[in-house]
């Protein structure tokens, strides 16, 4: 199928805020505005039929696809109705913990699970989905989609989520800058950490990233320790701080300091020194590509995308950042049968995840659609992104979850100031990110 990925990802930028707002619902035009308690987000409410499938969205380009998969669906059962509900990622993790401890009242029957979040319901008191592993195995679903993205919403031997996007990492380069100053397109960090070098001595960085001194970007620093198989979470579920992680945590460090990376407070402070040509690379998922586009037009054709440079030599080129996954409460009323015939159509046709694709810019995670959604995009010099994609699909690693990955990442950004600093080493911040794990586990 012809199509353009840039058109598609006019949407991105609201997709990956993670916390979307509405103002229209799926129930008629009824809604209201309430505020959920989350520092001034709203969320919105409508009038509910008991006999509607309910189903709780995050962000409005999701409620957007499924009022387009709603419709579709009911034109063959025309006797279900649907009601969709939108609010921020916080709001509805906190009305699902709510609904959890009083015994399920007031709970929706499909949840659009943000993959941050559902590390919250991760043991078996605050578990509020349904397992979907017969379903899953009679349908043969991880024969369909790639079993990577399944893993992010797997607990104690259990997979309750169908992912929507493969959300590939891969590396934006600005092909022309690599070729006015012949430095070769980096394959390996250390070959990047060289190009770094050598762009630093034409006054360019080789990418923007936030201030370490503020925590840094902890989601990009581990990209490629995920796709090395190296992440601070192991497929235990354990912590796991490795000297590679040290190793790239101080890289990033250093690098900002002697002036190879340009170091943000605000990502909006960084789009200025991309179009003033001083960015040569930014790492970045399928669902984040057409922020270049978004915030430097005029670069149009200068960038290309390419493998990510691997940190070891067993590594994968790609990595991988994100996810959501549609999910089957436990405490639903309706029939299971028709919940998850509805979770197959919209996450595992063919046709309707082109049609997601083309609506919401989701790179599909599903291996007979991957084909419909390969075409040139254009502000990127009209290179087959979608054909690079598909052929890192099977590379796609695992993003494993944890409980205490936000106790984590809280440690890390409170205590990176002192490391930036030199008030602590690497080896001491390990100490006190094993201790905050530690604390957080003895507590629950």
Known sequence: MAMFLGTAMLMTTILTGCGGTSEETDNGGKENQADTGTG??????????????????????????????????????PDVNFTIEIMTTDALSERLAVINASGGEGAPDLVDQEQGFFSRFMSE???????LDEFMERDDVTDKMVKNRLDLYAYDGHYYGLEHALCPVTMAYRKDLFEEYNIEIPTTWEEYKAAAEEFAKHDIYISATKDMSMGGELDEIVLLLRAAGLDYVDENGKLNITDEFKNIVMDYVQMQQNGMMYAWETQDEAWPVVAEDKVATYFTADWAAGWLRDNVPEQSGKWQMAPLPKLTDTASVVSVRGGTGLCMTKYTDKDKEELWDFMKFAQLDKDNCVKKYEMIALYPPVYDAMPECNSPVEYYDNQNLGELYESLADEIPVQYQADWRNAFTESF????????EGNISIDELTDILTEAVNEYNESK
Not at 47 to 65: K, L
């Open 40 to 77: 001034g987000d709203t969320e919105t409410v409508t009038d509910t039929n008991s006999d509607d499938i309910v189903i709780w969205a995050f962000a409005e380009p999701h409620a957007e696809y499924f009022r387009w998969v709603t419709e579709e669906y009911k034109k063959e059962h």
């Open 125 to 131: 008191e605050q578990m509020c989905y349904y397992p």
């Open 413 to 420: 950004n409170s205590n990176a100031y002192d490391l930036v």
